[in-house]
């Protein structure tokens, strides 16, 4: 009997002992929240180092960035670091024209005022209307105490920048080309730039500039482009219309004292048929070019008619990039395959009702380093393009074809092709629904 009361004690004490250590777990616990709680209470996030929170607010949008500098007044320092004003994007709309959100007057304003002179990564990206595009000028025109690396002055639509007077547009990218000193890249397609502010912007950024892109610019000459060529020495990528394009701006950028460009883009465009001459570069001036620049890319977009193709690729061209926006003809495409032998890649928008078998067959055998290529509203046999496909093999990276274009025969279904195609690539491989470039 004795022992069985002994042996309740023993478990009652261990289960007093147990409470005890519950308890005292419980209240641990306890301390160790009110201890989190009253430490998160006395924190002070105002008082966080300014280069912390500087970091955390390059993560943040602009409008986010703006509503945290309202905390207090040490984020709000934070705000108006010049770090933080490097890059920007002036986003300029009219309500009627466009639905895309504008970047409010107020903020363009305390930019101006503020910040101006932090600003070195700059761009406009403007609506089609007028008052869009005479707001970037007024914007440029007080870019006085800047000195930009980059300005980029994008139209997503016409007429935008060309609806101005030309005279206004000048005076204000001026402001910018004699401010700046050091600007590397300049964007500025669809514009009305010309001769004059060209020889500006050599004047003072001739050391620096390594990237013009300035096509459909119809105020600039050949001879205005040559003055850039012949005095921008460290120029990598250049793009442009095909007129500007002649045989002594390519001589020009083959000289010894040039850097080796990095990437040409060339626009041949028609707006009407026959009413534009397109001239021939001579296959030496090309060739001085390339071995000058053997590794650059030479990409080519053309939107012509037809009729127009009759100068291009008569004899050997380094286009490494070619885009047919227009329909172009079996005979144009015959004479790719013979002609461009640094093909790299190759878009063809549209071509007809009669197969390019014989075409790709021949663009297979001669272009080594075709790696790409599209096709949208053409014709191809499916036994054709099966040869293709296994005589470029895997080194077809990008195969974009939609599924109209191809034509089941003897050999192939549609629902054949799938597999056979995706035998030759090494992975998986279907028919476009719809083009995806």
């Avoid at 069985?4 to 147990?18: E, H, I, Q, T, V």
């Avoid at 009305?192 to 300035?214: G, H, Q």
């Avoid at 460290?234 to 010894?256: I, K, P, T």
């Avoid at 144009?332 to 013979?338: E, F, N, S």
């Amino acid at each position: 009997m004795m022992n069985f009361f002994l042996n309740r004690m023993k478990r009652g004490g261990g289960r007093d002992s147990g409470h005890d250590s519950s308890e005292e777990g419980i209240a641990e616990k306890s301390k160790r929240l009110r201890t989190a709680s009253e430490h998160s209470q006395t924190c002070d996030w105002g008082n966080l180092l300014q280069d912390i929170v500087l970091q955390v607010f390059k993560y943040l949008p602009l409008l986010d960035r703006a509503h945290a500098s309202q905390v207090c007044r040490n984020w709000n320092q934070v705000f108006h670091m010049p770090d933080l004003w490097r890059c920007f994007e002036f986003e300029l709309n009219q309500p009627a024209t466009s639905y895309l959100k504008a970047t409010h007057p107020e903020l363009i304003k305390q930019i101006i005022k503020r910040h101006s002179n932090h600003l070195q990564y700059v761009s406009f990206k403007v609506d089609s209307s007028k008052e869009s595009a005479e707001a970037a000028c007024d914007i440029l025109s007080q870019l006085v105490n800047c000195s930009l690396k980059t300005l980029g002055l994008i139209s997503t639509a016409r007429p935008s920048f060309m609806d101005l007077p030309k005279s206004h547009f000048i005076s204000a990218l001026t402001v910018v080309f004699v401010n700046s000193k050091s600007l590397s890249s300049l964007k500025i397609d669809d514009t009305p730039v010309d001769d004059p502010s060209l020889k500006v912007l050599v004047a003072n950024n001739s050391d620096t500039l390594k990237l013009l892109k300035m096509s459909s610019c119809p105020h600039v000459s050949p001879a205005g482009i040559l003055c850039v060529a012949d005095q921008c020495h460290g120029l990598r990528e250049l793009a442009l219309n095909y007129h500007l394009l002649s045989d002594e701006l390519l001589l020009a950028l083959s000289s010894e004292k040039h850097v080796r460009l990095e990437h040409l883009r060339i626009d041949v465009v028609s707006e009407n048929p026959g009413q534009t001459h397109f001239h021939t570069i001579q296959k030496s001036s090309w060739d001085a070019f390339i071995r000058h620049s053997p590794k650059v890319n030479l990409v080519m977009y053309f939107f012509l008619y037809e009729e127009e193709f009759d100068p291009f690729f008569r004899y050997e061209i380094p286009a490494t990039h070619l885009y047919f926006g227009r329909s172009v003809s079996k005979d144009v495409l015959g004479r790719v395959g013979m002609t461009c032998p640094r093909l790299v890649e190759l878009v063809v928008c549209a071509n007809g009702l009669r197969p390019l078998d014989e075409e790709l067959i021949r663009i297979a055998e001669r272009c080594k380093n075709l790696s790409a290529i599209g096709l949208g509203e053409c014709e191809v046999s499916c036994s054709a393009f099966v040869e293709f496909v296994k005589m470029c093999g895997g080194r077809l990276s990008q195969l974009s074809i939609m599924e109209e274009v191809l034509i089941p025969d003897q050999k192939y279904s549609l629902e054949q092709i799938h597999w056979e195609v995706s035998k030759h690539l090494g992975r998986v491989w279907f028919p476009d629904m719809m083009p995806t470039w």
